[in-house]
T-cell receptor, first 114, second 113 residues
Framework: GIQVEQSPPDLILQEGANSTLRCNFS?????LQWFHQNPWGQLINLFY???GTKQNGRLSATTVATERYSLLYISSSQTTDSGVYFC????????????????FGQGTILTVHP | DGGITQSPKYLFRKEGQNVTLSCEQN?????MYWYRQDPGQGLRLIYY???????QKGDIAEGYSVSREKKESFPLTVTSAQKNPTAFYLC????????????FGEGSWLTVV
């Protein structure tokens, strides 16, 4: 199956700092999503981004599908940004369709101190 | 409100008992999924369903069973055959099986003692 690696595994920041989270994947994908898991376990959709760049407020993401990686940028971090960030990908099958399964990375644990 | 509802939120069971976790969605989504998360780990796929009366095994299906009798419901049974059932279980859905945004419920914490 497809392998998904996220880095760094842990990240500690002071409020106001910027950060970049990385997601590498081992095969062609039809779908890539970034999620934030809050302390109560809820997974929040951040971006659906199989390719290109998107921005939403202080967050932005870029996926370079041909080079098999995606980056999540967090600017001016806040304590509420703390939690675990997951990348999930859907492998592309022959003919350009997909298998319909999302495979998750191990996540990046972000801690933002006031 | 539209969304995915999982119940119960917390569940304690004795070893050897079967447990059923509920997942209901009112988003009119065709595809539904069950994932398992262990502490400090990512999510692993247990089962998924593209359509009513059809479902497929994921990566860790052993010891679990599902049914999809209605479009809006996808219950998961954790059987006594599951060797290490204590975990956080997440249900998800999306409009179609492939190529669009997946949404998650709030999860169910299962502790087996």
């Amino acid at each position: 199956g497809i392998q998904v690696e996220q880095s760094p595994p842990d990240l500690i920041l002071q409020e106001g700092a910027n950060s970049t989270l990385r997601c590498n994947f081992s095969d062609s994908v039809n779908n890539l999503q970034w999620f934030h898991q809050n302390p109560w376990g809820q997974l929040i959709n951040l971006f659906y981004i199989p390719s290109g760049t998107k921005q939403n407020g202080r967050l932005s993401a870029t996926t370079v599908a041909t080079e098999r990686y995606s980056l999540l940028y967090i600017s001016s971090s806040q304590t509420t940004d703390s939690g675990v960030y997951f990348c999930a990908v859907e492998r592309r099958a022959a003919g350009g369709t997909s298998y319909g399964k999302l495979t998750f990375g191990q996540g990046t644990i972000l801690t933002v101190h006031p | 409100d539209g969304g995915i509802t999982q119940s119960p939120k917390y569940l304690f069971r004795k070893e050897g008992q079967n447990v059923t976790l509920s997942c209901e969605q009112n988003l009119n989504h065709d595809a539904m999924y069950w994932y398992r998360q262990d502490p400090g780990q990512g999510l692993r796929l247990i089962y998924y369903s593209q359509i009513v009366n059809d479902f497929q095994k994921g990566d860790i299906a052993e010891g679990y069973s599902v049914s999809r009798e209605k479009k809006e419901s996808f219950p998961l049974t954790v059987t006594s055959a599951q060797k290490n059932p204590t975990a956080f279980y997440l249900c998800a859905s999306r409009l179609e099986l492939r190529g669009n945004t997946i949404y998650f419920g709030e999860g169910s914490w299962l502790t087996v003692v």
